[in-house]
Each structure stands twice: as C-alpha cells, then as structure tokens.
Nanobody
Framework: QVQLVESGGGLVQAGGSLRLSCATS????????MAWFRQAPGKEREIVAA????????YYADSVKGRFTISRDNAKNGLYLQMTSLKLDDMAVYYC????????????????WGQGTQVNVSS
C-alpha cells in the first residue's frame, strides 16, 4: 500500500504564489507516475500536472502552463507543485495521486490518492 499526504494549501491573494507538497510512504517502489489533480465545487476532478518517475517527462493542463511547476524528489519521497500567478479559477481542493508508468492525464489510471488540500484565492 501507498499513503499520500498533501500539505501547503491555504489562502492567497490573486497573483500570489503557493507551494504544495505531497509526502509518500509505504510501498513507494511501486510509484511511477505522480500527478496533481484539483476539484472545484460543482466541477469534475481535473488533471493539473503529471510527472514521470525520473522527472524527465512532465505534463501540464493548458490552464496552468507557464504558471505551475511540478517536481519530485524520489530520495525524499516527495512530490511538489509550485504555483505562481494564482487566479480565482485556481481555487479548488488539490489532490496528489500516484500510478503506473504512463498513467498520464486519466484520473482512472491512478491507484493511490491523498486526502486533498484546499487552496483558496482571494481577489
């Protein structure tokens, strides 16, 4: 089993920055692709960014390209999301997810999920 715990959410003004972290534990050797998803009230959970095990392949949703950066530190079993130039539309619960190689942007392909961390953006 794998456990994922997110942290770093909070309230930030529009235009500000926030860094999310996800600590992994358990059978971390089974973790390959990792990703951040988010879900706003009344909306579907959507992919934000994904990263391969080696970190040399990343994917970003069009809505966050150029503003968010996903990274991971396998030695520390950590996944991170640096968010800059935050907008009101970024307000959501952010989830860390882990899955097999090539899991990509499809939510259903991810086996493990964290509890989520709330990001609020004020105008």
């Amino acid at each position: 089993q794998v456990q994922l715990v997110e942290s770093g959410g909070g309230l930030v003004q529009a235009g500000g920055s926030l860094r999310l972290s996800c600590a992994t534990s358990g059978r971390t050797s089974s973790i390959y692709t990792m990703a951040w998803f988010r879900q706003a009230p009344g909306k579907e959970r959507e992919i934000v960014a994904a990263i391969s095990r080696s970190g040399d392949s990343t994917y970003y949703a069009d809505s966050v390209k150029g503003r968010f950066t996903i990274s991971r530190d396998n030695a520390k079993n950590g996944l991170y999301l640096q968010m800059t130039s935050l907008k009101l539309d970024d307000m959501a619960v952010y989830y860390c997810a882990a899955g097999p190689p090539g899991a990509g942007r499809e939510r259903i392909r991810y086996d493990y999920w964290g509890q989520g961390t709330q990001v609020n953006v004020s105008s």
